[in-house]
DNA sequence: AGAATAAAAGAGTTTTTTATCTTTTTATTG
DNA sequence: CAATAAAAAGATAAAAAACTCTTTTATTCT
């Protein structure tokens, strides 16, 4: 569904959202680590995503990555889109140029009950709230 | 969400579903130009479905593909399953290796949802059901 | 100011997916 | 039975995605 990439970026900003704040921020190897991820590959996902605005960073000595405020209380459809491109969320399940309601593909009705599912996976709970389950329940990222 | 060779393949074998049957059988080249997809890649396509018994074919002149009573009455799962693996649903949507609802990951819950909707996608109509309204409606595939 | 730290940016490399080309096998028909 | 049509199989090529390495830029601390 989501592209690797996608992935990885997920669950950093997940890690991002419990393990830093704007007080300590963390640098790519700490997280890579921490996730079992490709450490280079990661960095370049976490630039994205900050030149997205979607996570914060700042260069220097005790510089690094981490969520601000604003950050943790979005949702995770920025992410999803900022690493693999709004159309996860619009474009047709059979890869049709053109499919609407009005030309719509053979699988375009059932479609869009599967499509509100994916929305609905990114969109009704904020990073924060994500994170909030994943430390209390004790979830693996 | 599925391949571009799942997507190939699903929209073939729903113009098999219209076009072709035991006394009709299309060569890939037709098929191909009909859905302006790329012809021996298509092909590759098809020969696995047709290893895999989700469609039928038969060599030498007047051969070609096509659905067997039997091909048009299962469902869409399979041709999916067959090219973009089964794993496409039952794969945690964050890639984490162990993903269940013993060891969730944090959007294992709302995952199922989607998922559900996915099924529901390729399982509840029969490729006969989907072709006629394609028909009927006149649907492009 | 200078050294050290860490992200940003740029330039590759490898692997996987998508696409093409060629040869072989099988069936059909005149 | 020879010619032909079409799938099957194999080998190769191009494009995209995943991953790595090197250099540059910004920040902090001494």
Redesign the interface.
């Given at each position: 569904?989501?592209s690797?990439s996608c992935?990885?970026a997920?669950?950093a900003v997940?890690y991002l959202a419990i393990h830093s704040n704007a007080e300590h921020k963390l640098g790519v190897k700490e997280v890579a680590e921490a996730l079992d991820v490709p450490g280079p590959f990661l960095a370049k996902l976490l630039q994205q995503l900050s030149r997205h605005h979607l996570i914060s960073s700042t260069k220097g000595p005790n510089g690094g990555f981490y969520l601000s405020k604003a950050n943790s209380n979005a949702n995770l459809r920025g992410v999803v889109e900022s690493i693999d491109g709004p159309e996860?969320f619009t474009s047709c399940?059979?890869?049709?140029p053109?499919c609407s309601s009005n030309?719509?593909?053979?699988?375009h009705s059932?479609?869009l009950?599967?499509?509100?599912?994916?929305l609905?996976?990114v969109e009704?709970?904020t990073i924060k709230e994500?994170a909030k389950?994943?430390e209390r329940q004790e979830?693996?990222?």
């Open positions: 569904m989501f690797k992935k990885y997920i669950r997940l996860v399940i059979l890869g049709l053109v030309n719509p593909c053979p699988l059932r479609a009950i599967y499509r509100q599912g994916l609905e996976l009704d709970q994500v389950r994943v979830l693996k990222i």
